[in-house]
């Protein structure tokens, strides 16, 4: 059955059905899928008003456009049912325990610690495990996510919690929303001087959407002007009722700098965990997991804090995380210390993968290295292809001329000490709201020190590096300052969005307002072989200045747009004539009359707000 032409196209028409495509697919894809020439589908969108070409990553909204033209119902899978069934034609799934009930034991729980900047959140953490990272923080903040297990005492047993120390800037709201869906109880850090700020609201949006149950930890009650009363009353509009006040939210009054009822606090976390969860997992199964983070280290290479969830990982299980697989060659602890296994809720750090994971990446035991790389290959290409179709935009025939004309576009390289902080950075740049005439473009991104291909593709494209808690690696750094590449380095990142805003404020054209100078009569018009109509005027408002723009007004009529290009006030040259005053005037435009009024203007470039 053939379709209706459109615009003289001919398709074949579909009655309904269903065609799944990933996101990010090209026209060539829809095409097999309903057994028609890729090059017909390209004409009709043509006819329809959009620019697309056979092979390019398309958009949902034109497989939209393309499936209700040719009665198709397009559903663009999204990527975790798309995951979901690469992973089933290799007859693994993920996020499900194996086995009876009788094979699921008890695992600790897995906190993660929330709150506002400088609320205290990395002080906590130090405290409970006697260890202090946040000195080597830049500006105090914590810029990675690590992953901790300590021994906690609750009445005579000992029992283990795990905790996930997340970033507190803004920036990270992405890692931060990936630490929450990765744990079991959040620990919501509020500052009992300070109050409901605005990562605290975040914080908790967070943890509520992932449906986890939150333990308030008010800290420094131990400050001038601490208040954890009007704390508990600020909660409650969040639907965060202390037990006291009759909810079901435990609170507890700390000082992480003091020391004070850390251990009330590690209590009320295990109470919570065995009132409002069953925490059981088999750890007979092949182990699953997720990325915390992974960054490329000089001496040992890609190097992922990996969580257990379920299963056991053990030295020498191929495994995939994304689009990177390996081999796990060693695992150590968050003391350095090797281990060869890993049972559920345990955290460690695992070295053997090919390439970087990111930053909340499924992890997943497979049976051999070759399905480990069949899985990584085709993430990495689907991944490929969506960046593709996101980044395209759409031109539509009614907007071609303008999407023809230069626009100023800044292109960046992204290179970073671990792939969630490249992953914050990138995300923050990209939602810096400028103008629609500049653009910024991140056409690489990566794990690791600066190198000379780095340099070389910024060469080619016109970039600019910015290297985040990295540095240019051996003769990278010279290349660069031949090439006349700038590279860029930070160690905060709001330093960073700040800076690339100012750069991209700089890119925006100038905008010009125009300005009246002053009106000039024609009184009297005098010939001249050399210089041609020589109008005799009269300044009648403002003032007229040499090579001033002009408009020749004839009844309120313009004539011509000209330029003043000589102007003489009795027998002597004159830059400027101001009102009241008589001068002789040349125009570019040499048909005048008298009666003739010129207007004389200039352009001023007008600030931006």
Do not use: W
Not at 3 to 29: F, K, M, Q, T, Y
Not at 227 to 233: A, L, M, Y
Not at 301 to 318: K, Y
Not at 519 to 538: L, P, T, V
């Amino acid at each position: 059955m053939q379709a209706p032409s459109v615009g003289g196209v001919r398709l074949p028409r579909g009655n309904g059905e269903i065609i799944r495509l990933a996101r990010g697919a090209s026209l060539s894809d829809f095409a097999e899928k309903i057994n028609a020439n890729p090059a017909s589908l390209v004409q009709v969108l043509f006819n329809l008003g959009e620019m697309v070409t056979a092979t390019q990553s398309v958009n949902d909204e034109i497989f939209e456009l393309l499936g209700g033209e040719m009665n198709y119902v397009v559903h663009v899978v999204s990527p975790e049912d798309e995951d979901r069934e690469l992973l089933e034609s290799f007859d693994l799934t993920y996020g499900e325990d194996e086995g009876d009930e009788e094979d699921l034991q008890v695992r600790p729980p897995v906190v993660t610690v929330m709150g506002h900047v400088d609320h205290g959140k990395t002080r906590l953490l130090d405290t409970i495990r006697k260890a202090n990272v946040r000195e080597g923080e830049a500006g105090g903040i914590t810029q990675h996510i690590g992953a901790y297990q300590v021994a906690v005492a609750v009445g005579d047993d000992e029992r283990l919690i795990t905790f996930i120390d997340t970033p507190g800037h803004e920036a990270f709201t992405a890692m931060r929303a990936r630490g929450a869906k990765a744990t079991d109880i959040a620990i919501l850090v509020v500052a009992a001087d300070d109050g409901v700020m605005p990562q605290t609201t975040e914080a908790i949006n967070h943890a509520q959407a992932a449906d986890v149950p939150i333990v308030v930890a008010v800290n420094k009650i131990d400050k001038e002007g601490a208040n954890p009363q009007k704390v508990r009353q600020q909660l409650t509009e969040y639907g965060l009722v202390a037990e006291e006040y009759g909810g079901d939210t435990m609170f507890v009054d700390i000082s992480a700098r003091q020391g004070t009822n850390i251990d009330q606090l590690l209590e009320a976390v295990v109470l919570t965990a065995d009132a409002a969860l069953d925490l059981r997992a088999n750890p007979d199964q092949d182990a699953q997991g997720v990325a915390i983070e992974a960054h490329l280290d000089r001496g040992r290479g890609p190097v992922a804090t990996v969580l257990v969830q379920r299963g056991t990982l053990r030295v020498g299980d191929s495994v995939v995380a994304g689009d990177a697989y390996g081999r796990v060659r060693r695992m150590v602890d968050e003391h350095g210390v090797d281990v060869e296994e890993a049972l559920p809720s345990r955290p460690v750090q695992v070295i053997g993968f090919t390439s970087v994971p990111g930053a909340g990446d499924n992890l997943l035991v497979v049976d051999e290295d070759r399905i480990a790389r069949q899985i990584a290959d085709r993430r990495s290409a689907r991944k490929r292809n969506a960046l593709a179709a996101r980044s395209r935009k759409r031109i539509s025939l009614e907007d071609l001329d303008a999407a023809l004309k230069e626009t100023s576009e800044l292109n960046l390289i992204i290179k970073g000490d671990n792939s969630g902080t490249v992953e914050a950075l990138e995300q923050s740049l990209l939602d810096i709201q400028v103008d629609d005439e500049v653009r910024l473009r991140v056409i690489s991104r990566g794990v690791g020190g600066v190198t000379e291909t780095d340099v070389n593709l910024a060469s080619a494209s016109g970039a600019i590096i910015i290297g985040f808690n990295v540095r240019a690696e051996g003769k990278a750094s010279e290349l660069a300052n031949r090439e006349g590449v700038d590279i860029r380095y930070y160690s905060v990142i709001y330093q960073a969005i700040d800076e690339v805003e100012k750069a991209l404020k700089g890119m925006l054209k100038p905008i010009y307002e125009e300005v009246e100078l002053g009106r000039a009569e024609i009184r009297a018009i005098f010939r001249s072989s050399k210089f041609g109509n020589i109008a005799g005027c009269m300044i009648t408002s403002g003032s007229v200045k040499r090579n001033a723009k002009a408009r020749l007004l004839r009844d309120n009529v313009v004539i011509s747009e000209t330029t003043i290009q000589s102007l003489r006030r009795e027998k002597d040259d004159a830059t400027e004539v101001r009102e009241g005053f008589e001068c002789g005037i040349t125009l570019s435009y040499n048909d005048i009359k008298e009666g003739d009024i010129i207007e004389a203007y200039e352009l001023r470039e007008k600030p931006r707000d």
